[in-house]
């Protein structure tokens, strides 16, 4: 039965299946946040690099403090004083104390710093101390955070903000991470204009290519670097060309339009009989009409090639199931967990599995239809920040039916 359309599942699983991680490629950490660490790293340096004071005060040998106490302070001759960046100072001799800064190195012989505001009767040769202190206190010891040779991040790590600072602070500023997947965009239809086009220059039946906007943000939002190479009109050569175009340099190209029956659809008609490439309907609405396959580069890589239906809403919402985990896979990072709601209003179930925008509550986990939402209206896209996805089956399911949710802006949370 070759016309039999796919279980949403099978096509997700078609596509999963043919896409592998972008291998790691050595990346400055400046250029790293929001990528994936491609392998384990250790720390180049201790960290911190030496043992330095966490407070303004003075350095001491807490043996000669043993014996302080308010009633009887301990004196000691101040033999010198150490700034941060100011070298490590001359060794601090028993029964002698140094002024010390934060963030200086402790100067040899030293075990401890006493708060300025912890000392008795300061004065520039000698100072007071009312109590013991323990040996290293506020003190900062090199290595105590990381030592040098340790593992501080495992590979498949997300390289958020506190990760790339660590990275800097145990001297590694370069570390391998799966690039951004370079993804190319090409809008097909003869009736599109660029959006943004004057609008008297529009044709009555002219169309703004509002699908180049939308999946080529949300694929930027999922982690690719994004080229619009549309819209292309239904004609073969000319979208051959934009695709060859686009092989040349991407790791994946989305195409939205001329996949479904008409006389002009151009993409499906050039791809087609293309090895690897697969047209046909996936049991989900809206979206039926899809195409996937891996298209070889010049250079020989395996390039994916989604082919999602021109209608925005389908493209958008098929863009979410089908290629917004594709995009993530490629740039290595982890599937999105599974999350479950329940239905606040009862929803009648279709043949095709039914992708229903709507809002979630993540607190209470309910799952609330969008009342507009069910044709193809993207004004009621904008009210809805999760798809319910309601199984197949005609069935009428009641309020409190759980079901699986697909945040539509998960990093958005
Ligand atoms: N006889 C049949 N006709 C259709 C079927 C079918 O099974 N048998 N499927 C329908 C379904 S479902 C969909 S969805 C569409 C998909 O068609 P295409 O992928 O070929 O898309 P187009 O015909 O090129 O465009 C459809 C619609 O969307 C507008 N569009 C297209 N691209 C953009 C864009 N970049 N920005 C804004 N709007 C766009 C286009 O102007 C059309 O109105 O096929 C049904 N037909
Ligand atoms: O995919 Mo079409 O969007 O089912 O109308």
Redesign the pocket.
Known sequence: MPDAPAALEEHVARILGAIDRLAPVPTRIDDAAGLVLGEDVTAALDLPRFDHSAMDGYAVRAADLVSASAEQPVRLPVTGVVAAGGGPGAEVAPGTAVRIMTGAAVPPGADAVVPFEEVLGAGPATVGFGAPVAAGRHVRRRGGDAAAGTLVLRERTFLGARHLGLLAAVGRPHVACHPRPRVALI???T??VASGSDPGSLRPDS??????VVIGAAARIAGADVTTL??VGDDPAAFRELLDQALVSADAVVT???????DH?VVKETLAGEDGMWFG?VAVR????QGFGVLTSPDGRRVPVFA?????V??YLTFVVFVRPAIRELAGRRRLPALHGRLTSEVRAHARTVLLPGRYDASTGAAAPDPEAGGHRQTALVHADALLIVPPGDRLLPVGTSVEVIPLDPEGR
């Open positions: 809008s097909t239809g009736e599109l169309v703004l290519d509002s699908n180049a549309g819209p939205t339009g001329g996949i479904s029956a008409g659809d309907k809206p979206g039926r009409p999602l239906p021109g209608t925005p389908a493209a």
